[in-house]
């Protein structure tokens, strides 16, 4: 199959999905133009907040059997209803363009040139679909969707709210299942989805608890199981989850003694509610800690290694990059599997798009962070700086760039700061969210 041939191929079907979504968008802004339907400063949750978690979140909860019922795929699905709303606000902000947006079209531009010497494979041709379909949408909706730090809270709770939900599901088949699992997971997903799910969860709670805004008791309720659901799925988000928590401490409380002091209280008893439910937790996810906590390589770990090793090999002699689905069709360390990638966004984008393409994903990603560090000023901000660390994280060693939506969403939160103050009103001298 050529190039061409592929990008050529699903046109009918993108034609069909953009149409659905001004359509879709056009139904929205008529019926609102009427209404005028406000959502109010102090709401937890709003429809477009709702809509992109579960955009960012569907690959976890669509092998879940309870939704087979559904006549299209759910990622598809949620993909629909976050382009609606995002040409929706996009025509309510009379068509501004974000300043955010070139950076982060220069990076999808560069993704492409590798496309014109891939060998077209199964997994290549899916992977570069979703690539510039999907994982496109989920970079570029924030710069659209989030212009207030209250729509931005909105988003968070949505996001913690479908943490939870996981861990209470994940805690729920072990309890019915008699303790007679390896590694707790939800929603028929694998148990890094868990982890990850769970994990952005404890960061945001916690933020809020650091911030004075959740109630100490209700937070140490609330962050107990989950960070037992963290701990006892996969070791990857849980190291991340408890790496993240210690930079939120040196970041952003280590300076203040009242705010240090509450951090250090909220923090013992998490580890100690979590070293007391530990002792029901499925034992083989207990072993795998142990290993953890010494330093111990397992196969998972000596299999990743083995994959940045070979990749860095063929980086070195390689500089434009194997194409999409490279690590595959060259590397092919394991070939028993069609999807196969080096579990390091950095060095899959280094050993598949090129040099040039993993060093301006390498400085945007730099950029982002310092961008974020450096005007965390408030909990969301904060937090969308930790979630961008602990999906940065995560996508060193584990999934394909495809599987990392969520890195490239917070990537394009962290360009989107700082957010304008909302000009005040008649009702409310002091402002609401714009």
Known sequence: MTTWGVLYGDYVALSLAVSAILLGACLWLTIARRSRPETPSGALLDLQGIVFAGFLSAGYLKADPRLEW??????????????????????????????????????????????????????????ATRLFTLTLLATITPLFLFRSKQAVRRFLNALAIVGILMAGDAIANYLTAGGAVARLSAFGSDP????R???????????????????????????????????????????????????????????DLSRATRFALT?????????????????????????????????????????YRLSWQEIQRDPLGKGWGGFASE???????????????????????????GVYLT?????????????????????????????????MVSGDVNSNRSLFAFLSLALAFPFPAAAPSKKNPHGTEG
């Open 197 to 255: 799910a769970s994990g952005a969860a404890v960061l945001w709670l916690a933020v809020l608890a650091f911030e004075k805004q959740l109630n100490f008791v209700l937070a140490t309720v609330v962050l107990s199981p989950l960070l037992l659901a963290t701990a006892t799925s996969a070791r990857g988000p849980f190291l991340f989850t408890v790496g993240t928590i210690g930079l939120a401490f040196w970041a952003f409380y280590a300076k």
């Open 363 to 395: 400085a945007l990603l730099a950029l982002g962070i310092t961008r974020a560090r450096r005007l965390a000023s408030d909990p969301e901000a904060k937090t969308a700086f930790l979630l961008l660390a602990f999906f940065l994280g995560n996508a």
């Open 267 to 307: 923090a013992a008893l998490l580890g100690l509610a979590l070293l007391g439910s530990v002792r029901y937790a499925p034992e083989f996810a207990v072993q795998r800690l142990r290993l953890l906590a010494t330093g111990q390589l397992g196969p998972s770990e000596t299999m990743r290694l083995d994959a």
């Open 192 to 195: 890094i989805a868990l982890g």
């Open 70 to 127: 559904l006549p299209v795929d759910l990622t598809l699905l949620l993909a629909l209803g976050t382009g609606v709303v995002t040409v929706v606000h996009f025509a309510r902000q009379h068509f501004r363009i974000p300043k955010s947006l070139g950076p982060i079209l220069g990076l999808f531009l560069v993704l492409s040139l590798p496309l014109f010497w891939t060998q077209w494979t199964t997994y290549s041709t899916e992977k």
């Open 331 to 357: 590397i092919n360390l394991w070939p028993s599997l069609e999807r196969q990638y080096p579990h390091n966004i950095l060095a899959e984008t280094f050993l598949e798009a090129g040099w040039i393409p």
